[in-house]
């Protein structure tokens, strides 16, 4: 059974940095584009940043130039580097890893981040 597993989360104030790690099992890791998604409450799940297996990038407007998406593909790991943190950043990120050929999306539990004073 495929697994994904995210860690890193926490609080941190204002103008912190946290990263985030999701670690792959039990997949071919180095095709799928892998992404972190976050839902804060009320809200629907976005996009945050994704990377494909080919090493592009592409992130939301509201984390360009804060956050970096990056990959090992030997670890079968992703990470999120998220500096300059904002309130608005607070919710529940998610890590994602998809492949379009065949079909196959499968997510993670999830890991809370707050950001507050």
């Known amino acids: 059974q495929v697994q994904l597993v995210e860690s890193g989360g926490g609080l941190v104030q204002p103008g912190g940095s946290l990263r985030l790690s999701c670690a792959a099992s039990?997949?071919?890791?180095?095709?799928?584009?892998m992404g972190w998604y976050r839902q804060a409450p009320g809200n629907q799940r976005e996009l945050v940043a994704a990377i494909t297996s080919s090493i592009t990038t592409n992130y939301a407007d509201s984390v360009k130039g804060r956050f970096t998406i990056s990959r090992d593909n030997a670890a079968s790991m992703v990470y999120l580097q998220m500096n300059s943190l904002k309130p608005e950043d607070t919710a529940v990120y998610y890590c994602n890893a998809r492949t379009v050929h065949p079909w196959r999306d499968y997510w993670g539990q999830g890991t809370q981040v707050t950001v507050s004073s």
């Open positions: 039990r997949i071919i890791f180095s095709i799928y584009t």
